[in-house]
């Protein structure tokens, strides 16, 4: 019988649990539930990390109930590893502002990319660093938990790895080089906790997760969503990318073993380093802070959709924005820039239709400034685009992105390639050894091409103009 390869996906809004077959790459059986945000204060996002690990529980049991009643023996599962994104105060949560604009002050001259030379980051609200500071500025059980020896710090692989091993009773406390790499408290370069950094913010260094590679066994595997997304994606060569379309979007170009820092307002990160002894390897990444959550703001805040199905038919209906222009920075921008939220355009011809397209659009047109912006810092402009995410569902979505960024659109039929991306990992690790990562053993997954279908002669306005600048 060919073996099983589980991952747990942790996003934004779900936990989902899925099996792979270690020799096809094929989804035996998969779960999902959603999770609850919450938002306490005006630019405050939290998950209750406890409801955080029921569901986890949850989607474990489900899908192992549904392989029973499928006659498959879960005993053949040989691996559990954890694909994790935020910590209990989201990523998306702006609380941090002011300690962010205070550790900027105490930069020299003011510049919020002082420590980027170690970390490939800029500060800024995102990264976990702000987050613990602002704790222990302000939460006093967390303070004097943390002098009191009773506290550990980490991403949510962290905490859901150290439940499932035990918890109190012997937990393990790790996570990878690429969440790790998320911190601002980690060396990319030497691939270790950097005291330089643990003393700028004031970070005990002895409450950080031991870190490993993205290809071990040690109790349970982690590996970063959008690192896992470009394993699963297959993009293991220097200059492929990949866009994942969630409640943000996020676009990794892998640029080998070497480090690239951008000159054009891109994150350098840890992309993988598939086992103790392997390399890492690195990417330039650019983030949307707002795709598919912009898609439940309609919803859920304006009415403007019923469901998150009905924007594509919505959109589809009107073809056009009618000069209509969404910009969802409820987050502000992420890399390459920062913005507020704007909606501009309107006449009294605009209506819900054109407002959906717009939404769409707005999608595009940011992933269209990241990939510039990567065409710029690698010297190399990118061919083709591979996609993956909930939102890629959306077929107007993907022929607006192919026209916007005038090349293929790539789109594979196994769209749970996140998922993938951590099963190949766990099951390549030393120890596990049922799935290879050689080129000539990679599986072959198949895909639908969007091609660009805008045709700029005689055409004005941001898309002819974003295609001649190409």
């Not at 489900?62 to 040989?78: A, G």
């Not at 590893?81 to 989201?90: A, E, Q, Y």
């Not at 992933?367 to 912006?373: F, G, H, S, V």
């Amino acid at each position: 019988m060919e073996p099983l390869v589980a991952a747990i996906d942790q996003g934004t809004s779900s936990t989902r649990f899925l099996v792979f077959n270690a020799r096809t790459a094929e989804l035996v059986s998969h779960q999902q539930v959603e999770i609850t945000q919450s938002f306490p204060k005006e630019g405050w996002v939290e998950a209750d990390p406890k409801e955080i690990m029921q569901s986890v529980y949850k989607v474990m049991d489900r899908t192992c109930e549904k392989l029973h009643q499928l006659s498959v023996d879960v005993s053949r599962i040989k691996v559990y590893i954890s694909c994790i994104f935020p910590v209990s105060v989201v990523w998306l949560d702006l609380r941090t502002q002011s300690t962010v604009e205070r550790l900027i002050n105490k930069a020299p001259g003011r510049n919020k990319n002082h420590l980027k030379h170690k970390t490939g980051l800029p500060i800024s609200t995102y990264f976990s660093a702000v987050k613990l500071r602002w704790l222990l500025d302000n939460v006093d059980e967390v303070k004097q938990a943390v002098v009191s020896g009773r506290a550990l710090f980490g991403t949510v692989d962290s905490w859901i790895i150290w439940c499932l091993t035990g918890g109190r009773s012997g937990g393990v406390h790790i996570t990878d080089v690429t969440n790790a790499s998320r911190t601002m408290l980690f060396n990319i370069h030497t691939l270790n906790w950097d005291q330089e950094l643990c003393r700028y913010f004031d970070i005990p260094m002895e409450i950080l997760p031991k870190v490993h590679s993205s290809s071990e066994i040690y109790g349970h595997m982690c590996l970063g969503d959008q690192s896992a997304a470009l394993v699963g994606q297959m993009c293991f060569s220097d200059g492929q990318a990949k866009n994942t379309y969630g409640t943000g979007c996020f676009l990794l170009r892998n640029t080998g073993t070497k480090s690239v820092m951008s000159e054009h307002g891109l994150l350098t990160t840890v992309a993988y380093k598939l086992g103790k002894n392997q390399p890492a390897h690195y990417a330039l990444e650019g983030s949307v802070a707002i795709a598919g959550a912009v898609v439940r703001w309609l919803r859920d805040n304006m009415g403007i959709v019923q469901s998150s199905s009905e924007i594509e038919e919505l959109a589809a209906a009107a073809g056009t924005s009618y000069g209509c222009y969404f910009v969802p920075a409820f987050s502000g921008l992420y890399a390459p820039t920062g913005s507020p939220v704007i909606i501009c355009g309107l006449t009294q011809f605009t209506n819900r239709n054109h407002l959906a397209f717009a939404a769409l659009e707005a999608v595009c047109f940011q992933t269209r400034e990241i990939l510039d912006a990567m065409n710029l810092d690698s010297g190399v402009p990118l061919s083709q685009l591979q996609v993956d995410g909930g939102m890629t569902s959306n077929r107007l979505l993907m022929q607006l992105q192919a026209d916007i960024l005038c090349m293929p659109v790539v789109r594979p039929s196994m769209a749970e390639t996140t998922a993938l991306g951590v099963a190949m990992a766990a099951g390549a690790a030393e120890g596990v050894e049922v799935w290879s990562l050689s080129p000539q053993q990679l599986p072959v997954i198949s895909a639908e091409t969007f091609e660009p279908q805008i045709n700029t002669e005689g055409t004005t306005g941001p898309m002819a103009a974003g295609c001649s600048a190409l």
